[in-house]
């Protein structure tokens, strides 16, 4: 397995299911990584940015440094624990940018602060990439979660979930040149607190996208229903939309020139 695997798998040990679940922390094989990475390479995105908005122990930061060797990857994330771990790994490898030239640069903190403050100065094109935290808005301070809804308005109902937010705020944040490849919960599909952030994803018909469904056991220790969302750069013409999922190979396009359809999951 990939080192950065063999550390999610330290990490796991050391601090209980129950606990990672109640903190949104799930490891995303490689294999699934690469899957969206590709995804990236084919609709034209050659970031010279890319950040990983919950970067854990680097899995896909470490896949996005190996697929764009010339580009900075920002590891952001809250947790000091896997964020030096990744360091760890990252200076052991030389994979950690020094003196002006690109590779893994460590950011402890907030995404969304990075998405709101500082993003449009990072050199473009610009991805965001990663698995967001799937903690539950709940488990925040009443004014951190005021914080977050605002900033996500108004692609995001009260209702939404901290990754259907960081989501909207990553949208919300892209150029014309820049795109995102976040693996979700599926729950925003369908959910009305999303509804507006589905409208506006499917209204962009210049940037393509695509969304995969993944099997409910992706992850080793939780059963969550995850999709990855695909969104590229702007194109002259309209683009595509598909989906596509683990059961089936093949691709469905949808024309966006017709009404949204109500609910995304089917």
Not at 65 to 70: D, E, Q, V, Y
Not at 81 to 101: C, D, F, P, Y
Not at 105 to 130: N, T, W, Y
Request: net charge neutral; proline share 8%; glycine share 6%.
């Amino acid at each position: 397995s990939a080192p950065e695997e063999s550390l999610a798998a330290i990490y796991s040990g050391a601090v209980s299911s129950a606990n990672r679940r109640r903190l949104g922390t799930f490891f995303t094989p490689s294999a699934e990584v690469e899957q969206m990475l590709t995804g990236c390479q084919r609709v034209g995105l050659k970031p010279q940015t890319v950040v990983d908005v919950g970067a854990g122990v680097g899995i896909f930061t470490a896949a996005a440094r190996r697929k764009w060797s010339a580009a900075d990857v920002l590891a952001v994330d809250v947790n000091p624990v896997t964020l030096g771990l990744l360091g760890l790994l990252a200076a052991s490898q030389g994979a950690l940018a020094s003196h002006g030239e690109p590779g893994i640069r460590l950011v402890l903190g907030d995404f969304v602060q990075l998405a709101l403050r500082e993003f449009s100065s990072l050199p473009g094109p610009r991805l965001i990439l990663g698995n967001p935290p799937y903690t539950r808005m709940q488990l925040l301070p009443p004014e951190e979660r005021t914080r977050l809804i605002e900033a996500a308005s108004p692609l995001c109902g009260t209702r939404a979930s901290l990754s259907t937010i960081i989501t909207a705020i990553s949208l919300q944040s892209l150029a014309p040149e820049d795109g995102m490849a976040l693996l979700l919960p599926a729950q925003w599909l369908e959910s009305d607190y999303a509804r507006p952030l589905r409208q506006q994803i499917w209204s962009q018909t210049l940037r393509p996208v695509a969304l995969h469904m993944f099997r409910s056991d992706l992850f080793s220790d939780a059963q969550v229903d995850a999709v990855s969302l695909l969104v590229g750069p702007k194109q002259p013409a309209i683009a595509s939309f598909t989906t596509s999922n683990e059961a089936d190979e093949t691709s469905i396009s949808h024309d966006r020139t017709r009404p949204m359809p109500d609910t995304w999951r089917s």
